[in-house]
């Protein structure tokens, strides 16, 4: 990949400050919270990636920062100015791929892309303009296929070509890659890329983590809140605690060599890898002045190095251990908690227990299969059976007021549902909102 031009404004752009700015920038729905006081600066010129789970608020502060909704408390300015009072001027140099499609079904794929461009204004040559995004997206053969009857990726693909037509300055893309082809995919982050090196500003969304490694920057964002921000070799540092090295050595490793290199004042973390036990992985502050050093030490004990190589952790696994990560400081020795390889076979099934019933729970509540409870003999029948009685059987009633029938059987109490109450999962789309309207107005 090339490298960053921050220094180059786009055509246009005032200054060399940040082109997306926002302050504490929060949305609420109901009580739910969509996102959480969002702090946040993107100079011009870069692509800034915005990863996270499903539901964390990444389409909502998209609708945030184009305008499409309005934030519930905090301030945001794009290109200087607040998305509530953008002119035409400021929408022209802004182009938006939405996470679902708001084009015409109906219509045809150029009269799809001929009623976009109208909204913009555009006239005078636009049909070659027209032609080129066609062209970007592969879509140029199928230009007079109706959008109703385009298989596989095709919508995706002219949704990305609709936000392109206007040559925008700042381009705000939600999961532009979800159901695109491999090839396909990589040739829109080549084009991405070289949007970037125009001065352009790219801010994409993505659930394809691998794609992080295409970004200048990276934004990871859990529930709402933006955990970090950082390029993607800071990302991998922040997961890991480090850098990380992999080592192979000739026999087996015992657990007490792995202690001994933890211990290291210049080690950060060791464990051991490999089935057959000769693999070690090591996370060292900066690993070039430390794998000789590390060698040094292995070949004064006698063992015996086969291979020793940098380990780039994928970016699922970085993903996966900034989102997990919890406690007051979270992205803070995050390699202290990872799991030590140890030969003890697993001492429990891949299954997670079922979590107790609390005593307090069960001591209130009637299991679903237990018997009516068993009505107290009359006095005379239980005078003589007091030693055969169970100890749980309830007590007889009064002597003084011996029943002439069985009570009549008491009702279980209510047992509490076991469904959970129905929730709204996407916090990214509140009810009601129509994103055709919105993202063609």
């Known amino acids: ?19 997306v700015q926002s302050e504490n920038l929060t949305k609420r729905f109901g009580d739910e919270v969509a996102v959480d006081s969002l702090t946040l600066e993107i100079p011009p010129g870069t692509i800034f990636g915005f990863i996270g ?35 035409e001027r400021e929408r022209a140099r802004i182009g938006y791929m939405p996470q679902l499609s708001v084009l015409f079904p109906h219509l045809s794929i150029i009269e799809n892309l001929r009623f976009v461009a109208s909204i913009y204004g555009m006239r005078w040559g636009r049909r070659k303009r027209l032609d080129q995004a066609l062209e970007f997206v592969e879509l140029q053969d199928a230009k007079r296929k109706r959008l109703r009857h385009a298989s596989g990726g095709m919508p995706r693909r002219l949704a990305l070509a609709a936000a392109l037509v206007n040559d925008p300055q700042l381009l705000f893309l939600d999961e532009p890659t979800a159901g695109i082809d491999p090839v396909l995919r990589r040739k829109f982050w080549d084009h991405f890329e070289s949007l970037r090196n125009d001065g352009r500003t790219v801010f994409v969304t993505t659930q394809y983590v691998g794609e992080a490694a295409y970004c200048d920057k990276i934004g990871v964002l859990r529930k709402g809140r933006l955990l ?19 080592m192979v050595v000739a026999d087996r490793i015992e657990q007490e060599l792995i202690t001994d290199v933890a211990h290291l004042d ?22 070039d002045p430390v794998i000789p050093r590390l060698q040094q030490w292995l070949v004064e004990r006698g063992i015996r190095v086969e291979a020793v190589d940098r380990y780039l952790p994928p970016f699922d696994d970085v993903f996966v251990n900034l989102v997990q990560a919890t406690g007051p400081n979270e992205l803070e020795n995050l390699s202290a908690a990872r799991v030590e390889v140890s030969d003890a076979p697993p001492t429990s099934s891949d299954t997670p227990p079922r979590k107790p019933t609390p005593p307090s729970e069960a001591a209130t509540r009637a299991p679903a299969d237990a018997p009516p409870p068993v009505p107290p003999p009359p006095p005379d029948a239980a005078a003589g059976t007091d030693a055969d009685t169970p100890s749980t059987s309830p007590p007889p009633g009064p002597v003084d007021r011996p ?18 109450p129905t929730t709204n999962e996407t916090a990214d789309t509140p009810a009601g909102t129509d994103e055709r309207t919105k993202d063609v107005t």
Not at 65 to 86: C, I, R
């Open 1 to 19: 990949m090339s490298e960053t031009t921050t220094n180059d404004s786009p055509s246009g752009a005032e200054g060399t400050g940040p082109i």
């Open 228 to 246: 970090t921000v950082d390029t993607p070799e800071g990302l991998r540092r922040q997961a890991f605690g480090g850098e990380v090295i992999d």
């Open 53 to 87: 789970p499903s539901g964390s608020g990444k389409t909502t502060t998209v609708r945030l920062l184009t305008g499409v909704q309005s934030p519930t408390s905090g301030d945001v300015k794009v290109f200087g100015v607040a998305p509530s009072s953008f002119s």
């Open 266 to 287: 210049y080690v950060v973390h060791a464990q051991r890898t490999r089935v057959d036990g000769r693999g070690m992985r090591v996370t060292v502050e900066d690993a």
């Open 403 to 420: 029943p002439t029938t069985p009570p009549p059987e008491s009702p279980p109490p209510e047992r509490p549902s076991d469904t959970p």
